[in-house]
Every structure is written in structure tokens, then in C-alpha cells.
């Protein structure tokens, strides 16, 4: 399966090439060739999106998982758990920062 990364990038192409059509299409006065330009465009940004909303809902999870660590650092007393628990929260926030 290929990574989000990889997804974003091949679904930007598709939609570069979807603008590159369209725009030959336009050029060539080709209904047909613009259509499919206008597809290629929006399955392109679909693909990006997509991409974008499970690295979101992974950084969701990131989070969660360093709530609970932090949480049974406190419980066990353990300064060592908690800051693991706060890296790995921030580490989440980022990644879902990072891919709206």
C-alpha cells in the first residue's frame, strides 16, 4: 500500500496533468479533452485530501496514546511516562496541523 506521503504526490501530478489538459482541451477547442481535463483536476485534489484526513486521524491517535501515557505517568508517578506521554501528544497535534 503506498504511504499518505506518497499519495499526496501522485494525486498533486493528477491534478497538474488535469490542469495541462484542460487547458490544451480550451486551446484545441476539445469539449472531450477539457472534461477529462476537469476530472483528472478533481480526482487529483480528492486524492490529496484523502491522503491529508488519515494523516490527520493518525495524529488524532498520537494523541490519544500520549494522553494516556501522560496520564498513567502521573498515576505511577513517573516524570519519565509523562514526558514521553507530552512528546508523543505534540508529535500528534503536529502531524494533524501539518495535513489540513
Given at each position: ?46 486524492e ?17 496514546a ?14 519519565k ?20
Open positions: 500500500m503506498a504511504s499518505n506521503t506518497q499519495n499526496r504526490a501522485e494525486g498533486a501530478v493528477r491534478e497538474l496533468g488535469g490542469k495541462v489538459q484542460n487547458t490544451v482541451g480550451k486551446v484545441l477547442g476539445d469539449d472531450e479533452m477539457r472534461a477529462r481535463g476537469v476530472a483528472n483536476e478533481l480526482a487529483g485534489k480528492a490529496q485530501e484523502a491522503a491529508k484526513a488519515s494523516e490527520r486521524t493518525k495524529g488524532k491517535g498520537q494523541q490519544l500520549g494522553k494516556v501515557k501522560n496520564a498513567v505517568g502521573k498515576l505511577v508517578d513517573s516524570d511516562l509523562q514526558a514521553e506521554g507530552t512528546a508523543k501528544e505534540l508529535e500528534g497535534k503536529a502531524r494533524e496541523v501539518g495535513n489540513r
